[in-house]
């Protein structure tokens, strides 16, 4: 069992909004950064979103559009997407890490993953 879950994704029309949680087990996300990626089909898995202890971290492309948080009660982080567009279609995971400052931007440098959720936007 790995020892982050996703779950909340789905089909979307266009423009249409879905929250993505990533549930953690066995570690307490309050003290790591945790971080979701993107992976389209055909292309390399992409940074998305961070949050660290103090502050969260967006790639351009999302901001205004996705918000990250963290629930320390459910051991989880959210990432709430609206105005979601076809090119944000993808397999959504979550990363934790140790370094709580959001540094890193690769996947396989986080010390723990989960085994991502399926998020599809049709136009």
């Known amino acids: 069992q790995l020892p982050l879950a996703e779950s909340g994704g789905g089909l979307v029309q266009s423009g249409g909004s879905l929250r993505l949680s990533c549930a953690a087990s066995?570690?307490?996300?309050?003290?790591?950064?945790v971080g979701w990626f993107r992976q389209a089909p055909g292309e390399e898995r992409e940074w998305v979103s961070c949050i660290s202890r103090r502050s969260e971290y967006y790639v351009d492309f999302v901001k205004d559009r996705f918000t990250i948080s963290r629930d320390n009660t459910l051991n989880s982080v959210h990432l709430q997407m609206n105005g979601l567009k076809p090119e944000d279609t993808g397999l959504y995971y979550c990363?934790?890490?140790?370094?709580?400052?959001?540094?890193?931007?690769?996947?396989?440098?986080?010390?723990?993953w989960g085994q991502g959720t399926q998020v599809t936007v049709s136009s």
């Open positions: 066995g570690f307490s996300v309050e003290n790591y950064s």
């Open positions: 990363a934790a890490d140790a370094d709580p400052g959001c540094a890193k931007r690769r996947f396989w440098d986080f010390n723990y």
